[in-house]
């Protein structure tokens, strides 16, 4: 079930489905301990001897954020009940605290009883063995721990800090369901401690006068003792959970308004969208420098693994973005983090863990019985290319200066001598899609980009013979790629190429990636095999359906849902769709031009989910999320655009304005 409202502080992430259940609690890492694993952790209301658990079968759901923030604003409506709940969620910004306002309203017009209830499924550490869950009477909470993870739970309301009801037992084991089943009759056992594999229920007790109204709050703290717990609590009861939920919505604006942007003529659920993006990418970048892919524990149904982890493409890729909005600190962050992944030799492996550790690979170290390096080459190249990006946006030198020999130089020296003798191409390496080992075009344009960031900084630093041999090299790579992997009868690039024994063998499958031969630099925009390769992925790529969209490429087997080819070439795929929109906003000559890359970015906004959420694919058909969501790269591809969208447009309005007036003569 897709996640589509995450909130975060860059040390907690938590994120709820579309039932409104809160499914993964990620601490102290963004993207590792994910002390839920994915199980359910249930909301319920009690009221008038009638139950029921939060979801959409039983309930109207409104799932939204408070504008510009990620402070949630979600609407439960229960026509059982006669209820209506007003719900705020925010990560606390600067603590390790969850918070929630939970403000019942009555239908029905007279004097009730309300109890909601909260189901705490945790797994800590990933786990369910040796757990323990207690109440304490100390802190008038319950608590969760294992080893040196400690999780508090407790509420309040103007009368008091403490929590109403509790009920602390074994689930998973021996047919036992968990506590949540005692809250079905109002009422909680109160049993105080439970060990093994465990779960917990509190209780919050709302009297509602006839169509009035009352609040309470409810907050999780995070820490690694109980005396940080403890503390945590007495901060959020001194401070008031009220205060603390408006000062981080306060964070939050500040954050996201940071920079004085004239969104000129675009829409404002697009100017919506690209505000909610940046905060959603910001949920999913640890403070320790990892932004993770995504963070949806259900996609290990699919492959049992995840996508929280950090591949330097998708990283690089998102703070690209996050630069062109104008971030600083998290690029800061993001390249620190590289640099310590970084070996001798000078290239990236597959994807790590936020803890800087190697994650899982399915690259091979050997193909037919040679060693060979498991690697995505454009995963190395894209950091040293995002990185001129951020230079040349901030002017950073301090930062820049140690990075240069252990990260820039050792980068761009391999990229030169990881290449074929003969052809002068990248050797081969495993393509962003992570399926297919070659030569492939996407690679080669991030190659090139790379080579000449890394020449541009050499020549800041004065090392002008160095800086020449990256030029010369990429000039090299351009050649032998318009050499080796255009095919003269198609009139059209190639994806990718095998090498054999008299050149290479061509894959011409079309691929949205194909728009790497100009993204990064390898090829102007307006060059003519530029041009007749877009023209192709638009043609065969573009979902002839009602959702619309791009494909990732032809017979995209991953979560495929037609096999009418023909016209569902395969999901449509934000990242893809967005590649397209770059295209229109890099070749665009005059204003009106720019018009097809607006209607893009408007595709994005009416298809994100209500919350600003985006997938990574939707369904051609019903335009549902498929895969994981959020997705980062499709949230930074989304700002990426409109930045670009928004720069193209004042050049060319300068363009316009600077043109000498016509005497009416042709």
Known sequence: MPRDLPVGNGTLLLNFDADYNLRDIYYPFVGKENQTVGHLNRMGVWADNKFSWVNQQEWEIQREYVPETLVTNVTLKSAKLGLELIVQDAAEFFLWVFLRKITVHDLLGHKRDVRVFFHHDFHIYGNDVGDTAFYDPRTLSVVHYKRSRYFLINGSDNDKCALDQWAVGQKEMRGMQGTWKDAEDGILSGNAIAQGSVDSTVGLNLPVSAHGSKTSYYWMCFGVSYDKVAKLN?????????????????????????????????????????????????????????????????????????????????????????????????????FQFCLDLLGEDGYFLHKYNPDKTPASSWHPWMRDGQFDLPIQEDETALVLWSLWEFFSKFRDVEFIRPLYRRLISNTADFMVQHRDPETKLPLPSYDLWEE?????????????????????????FGETEQAEGYQKAATEIKEGMVKHLWNEKEGRFCRSATRTESGYDLDMTMDASMYGVFAFGALPVDDDMVKKTMAAVKERLWVRTDVGGMARYENDYYQQVSKDIANVPGNPWFVCTLWLAQYYIASAKTLADLDEALDLLNWVSDHAMPS??????????????????????????????????LEARNRLTKRVASAPASDGKE
């Open 234 to 334: 007495r901060i959020v009861a001194e401070h008031s959970p009220e205060k603390l939920l408006k000062r981080t919505g306060n964070y939050w604006k500040l954050w996201v308004n940071k920079e004085d942007l004239n969104f000129q003529n675009l829409p404002q659920k697009v100017v919506a969208l690209y505000k909610q993006s940046l905060l959603i990418i910001r949920t999913q970048i640890d403070d320790h420098g990892a932004v993770i892919a995504a963070n949806d524990q259900d996609i290990a149904a699919f492959a049992r693994d995840t996508y929280s982890y950090m591949w330097p493409r998708d990283g690089s890729l998102v703070i690209y973005a996050l630069v062109k909005a104008g971030y600083r600190e998290v690029g800061h962050s993001f």
């Open 612 to 645: 600003g959420v985006l997938a990574e694919q939707v369904d051609p058909y019903t335009n549902a999320p498929l895969s994981v969501s959020p997705l980062s790269w499709s949230h930074a591809s989304f700002v990426m655009c409109v930045v670009e969208y």
């Open 436 to 460: 297919r080992h070659g030569v492939h075009l996407f690679t080669v344009g991030t190659v090139v980009g790379g080579l000449h960031a890394a020449a541009n900084f050499a020549y800041a």
